[in-house]
């Protein structure tokens, strides 16, 4: 739960500088790690408050 609460936390920076398609990255980073929280947080059956508490 740690690790999606500081991914959760860091979510608007990443969109902020990484929210392009990225050729080294084959894909858009931002959409991935978004995919990642969101799929982390349903397994988990948490909310976003959850993590911020």
């Excluded at 990484?18 to 931002?30: H, M, R």
Aim: no cysteine; proline share 6%; net charge negative.
């Amino acid at each position: 739960m740690p690790l999606l609460a500081g991914l959760q936390e860091a979510m608007p920076w990443v969109h902020q500088w990484y929210d392009e398609f990225d050729a080294e990255w084959d894909g858009n980073p931002a959409e991935e790690f978004q995919s990642t929280l969101n799929l982390g947080r349903t397994e988990r059956h948490l909310s976003e408050s959850d993590l911020r508490a």
